[in-house]
């Protein structure tokens, strides 16, 4: 057989072993359909290119294909729910990047944060005594004085009018600080004589005697006299929780600072199946080395991120340490004085650091050697430097790129910490503030009184990150302020304070983003913060189903009526959690 005949004979065989594969490829299963399709909207995707899309298909609880409604129904089969979105809006499903993530106390304490009065605290104080046997705590939360009509402190004075047999405990809306009656100053045998802890004020007034306000660690005195909340109610206060959430849209959380009964409460829903927002949870790092050593030796026990229980629905993140106070409390570390009453100076006060500043390098030192993700919260323009400078030297020392090092707050960041910022984020994917715009708004007028109108206009720079190439997460730190992620969104364009003594615009626009901005800070770049930017901030195929249908289009409505966007449906990894009614969204 010549070469020519080989070559031939070869040719045949191919065209022959061809046409008979030919049929079993034709004959092979088509793709299985999509499980769920949701069609005729309007889908915000927050992918790289900001894409918006008429409709997205759904299949075992991850993204088939987002396109138009014509391509996206050739991905459904006779099975599949097809969701009529009449012209809807969907975004991925908004994250709270940092959410004190309990309600406990909304169930089980005095509401005070729409109390306009001191006579008001006065009747609510009165009423939950009248319920209790003397002797028995009161307890509440949520005051600020930026809207009471006194413009001034509750003092242990006015409690005392109210419940004099009963010992009072109400912490403010920063938690940095709250008020105690004499009754319970007695309990804590806190009297004129006792000294200021470490890090912590406790306030007098004109006579010398100790007024009920206690700030930072002064709390440590008389707080762990009040009876802990049991079991069941702090179940009820996360199961609620984790539903109002959904109702607003929201499918994530960073909780910080939890500790070990927090976490085995989220292992015990995750087990039940009942955690329907994924949780990212930061432990309480504690003010010693030795707190540090101890947490590295219980993370190591425990998935690292990205890695995660339940299927990215719980994650041990990291650590959080606190390095300064509050802007409310005037606690927190500054280069110059406070301010007060907005013009006046606070003279001599320039707050402080909430541990040793070298304990701190040393905890960060350890942890992030460690391999562990570290968010430290940090709200002065002194404190955030040295949280900049501390994640750069010890990223010198040791190069880990990935661990996502966070500062929280973030409040007044000076030149020099958003250049480091940017650097960091560059380099190592480190330095990412983990911001909340809606302080401007709910906690506004006591910001402006005490930041002071110069410092006012630097505060939360978002337009400068932008322009430096810094990104930051957003998020509420309830109980601080309302836990709806649409708030921040309007807070971030708007700047405005709810009460406004100092002026509409006492923090100016200069530093106001657009929607888009606004809305990537609480999706993608809030999930890059809870290392799951892999899997959910955006709405893009192979990604979870992590979705939210707004009654109107974000992008296109007047930057005011973001406050006022309701969520009609809610879907974690395509399930649906939440559902409202009268919604002309149907279901075919």
């Known amino acids: 057989m010549n070469s020519k005949t080989v070559f031939h004979f070869r040719s045949v065989l191919l065209i022959v072993l061809l046409a008979c594969t030919a049929p079993l490829r034709a004959q092979e299963p088509p793709q299985r359909p999509a499980d769920l399709v949701l069609i005729r909207g309007k889908i915000i995707t927050v992918d790289a290119r900001d894409s918006v899309a008429e409709a997205v298909a759904i299949r075992d609880g991850k993204i088939l294909g987002v396109g138009t409604t014509e391509a996206i129904l050739k991905l459904a089969g006779k099975e599949t729910r097809v969701m009529d979105l009449h012209?809807?809006?969907?975004?991925?499903?908004?994250?709270?990047?940092?959410?004190?993530?309990?309600?406990?106390?909304?169930?089980?304490?005095?509401?005070?944060?729409?109390?306009?009065?001191?006579?008001?605290?006065?009747?609510?104080?009165?009423?939950?005594?009248?319920?209790?046997?003397?002797?028995?705590?009161?307890?509440?939360?949520?005051?600020?004085?930026?809207?009471?009509?006194?413009?001034?402190?509750?003092?242990?004075?006015?409690?005392?009018?109210?419940?004099?047999?009963?010992?009072?405990?109400?912490?403010?809306?920063?938690?940095?600080?709250?008020?105690?009656?004499?009754?319970?100053?007695?309990?804590?045998?806190?009297?004129?004589?006792?000294?200021?802890?470490?890090?912590?004020?406790?306030?007098?007034?004109?006579?010398?005697?100790?007024?009920?306000?206690?700030?930072?660690?002064?709390?440590?005195?008389?707080?762990?006299?009040?009876?802990?909340?049991?079991?069941?109610?702090?179940?009820?206060?996360?199961?609620?929780?984790?539903?109002?959430?959904?109702?607003?849209?929201?499918?994530?959380?960073?909780?910080?600072?939890?500790?070990?009964?927090?976490?085995?409460?989220?292992?015990?829903?995750?087990?039940?199946?009942?955690?329907?927002?994924?949780?990212?949870?930061?432990?309480?790092?504690?003010?010693?080395?030795?707190?540090?050593?101890?947490?590295?030796?219980?993370?190591?026990?425990?998935?690292?991120?990205?890695?995660?229980?339940?299927?990215?629905?719980?994650?041990?993140?990291?650590?959080?340490?606190?390095?300064?106070?509050?802007?409310?409390?005037?606690?927190?570390?500054?280069?110059?004085?406070?301010?007060?009453?907005?013009?006046?100076?606070?003279?001599?006060?320039?707050?402080?650091?909430?541990?040793?500043?070298?304990?701190?390098?040393?905890?960060?030192?350890?942890?992030?050697?460690?391999?562990?993700?570290?968010?430290?919260?940090?709200?002065?323009?002194?404190?955030?430097?040295?949280?900049?400078?501390?994640?750069?030297?010890?990223?010198?020392?040791?190069?880990?790129?990935?661990?996502?090092?966070?500062?929280?707050?973030?409040?007044?960041?000076?030149?020099?910490?958003?250049?480091?910022?940017?650097?960091?984020?560059?380099?190592?994917?480190?330095?990412?503030?983990?911001?909340?715009?809606?302080f401007m708004w709910w906690i506004g007028n006591i910001y402006a009184a005490n930041f002071g109108p110069e410092r006012a206009q630097r505060l939360m720079p978002f337009k400068t990150y932008l322009e430096k190439g810094v990104r930051w997460a957003g998020g509420s730190d309830y109980f601080v302020t309302p836990y709806p992620a649409r708030y921040g969104l309007w807070a971030s364009v708007a700047r405005q304070p709810l009460a406004q003594t100092y002026g509409a615009h006492p923090f100016g626009t200069a530093e106001s983003v657009d929607i888009h901005a606004a809305l990537r800070s609480y999706t993608i770049w809030a999930a890059h913060q809870l290392f799951l930017d892999e899997r959910i901030g955006s709405l893009e195929p192979g990604k979870d189903a992590d979705i939210a249908v707004w009654d109107r289009d974000l992008y296109t409505i007047p930057a005011d009526e973001l406050r006022n966007l309701k969520c009609e449906r809610t879907f974690v990894r395509g399930q649906e959690v939440f559902r409202a009614e009268n919604s002309p969204v149907s279901v075919q």
């Open 87 to 438: 012209g809807r809006t969907a975004t991925p499903g908004l994250i709270d990047a940092h959410c004190h993530f309990q309600e406990v106390s909304a169930l089980y304490e005095i509401e005070l944060s729409g109390v306009s009065s001191i006579a008001e605290v006065q009747r609510l104080v009165r009423e939950r005594a009248a319920t209790l046997k003397p002797g028995e705590w009161v307890r509440g939360a949520g005051w600020d004085e930026g809207k009471l009509a006194e413009q001034r402190h509750i003092l242990a004075a006015d409690l005392d009018q109210a419940a004099p047999d009963n010992p009072v405990w109400l912490r403010h809306t920063t938690g940095h600080y709250g008020v105690a009656n004499r009754y319970a100053l007695r309990l804590a045998k806190i009297t004129a004589q006792t000294a200021n802890p470490p890090s912590g004020t406790i306030d007098h007034d004109a006579a010398g005697l100790p007024d009920g306000v206690l700030k930072e660690a002064a709390m440590d005195l008389l707080t762990p006299l009040v009876p802990p909340f049991s079991h069941e109610q702090l179940r009820n206060g996360l199961l609620k929780i984790m539903a109002d959430f959904n109702r607003e849209g929201m499918t994530a959380v960073k909780d910080p600072g939890i500790e070990p009964e927090a976490w085995a409460l989220y292992r015990e829903l995750l087990a039940e199946n009942k955690l329907t927002v994924r949780v990212f949870a930061l432990w309480l790092g504690g003010k010693t080395a030795d707190s540090a050593r101890q947490l590295i030796t219980r993370l190591g026990e425990l998935p690292r991120p990205p890695q995660s229980l339940g299927d990215g629905m719980l994650l041990s993140g990291g650590v959080k340490i606190f390095l300064d106070g509050s802007g409310g409390a005037r606690t927190a570390w500054l280069y110059q004085d406070w301010n007060k009453n907005g013009n006046e100076k606070n003279t001599g006060n320039k707050g402080y650091p909430a541990m040793d500043p070298a304990i701190y390098r040393e905890q960060v030192r350890l942890l992030h050697n460690a391999g562990i993700h570290v968010s430290t919260h940090a709200i002065g323009d002194r404190a955030i430097d040295l949280v900049v400078d501390t994640y750069a030297q010890v990223l010198k020392d040791k190069p880990t790129a990935g661990l996502r090092h966070g500062i929280i707050h973030a409040n007044i960041p000076s030149d020099h910490a958003i250049a480091a910022m940017a650097a960091l984020q560059k380099q190592y994917d480190a330095g990412y503030p983990e911001a909340q715009a809606e």
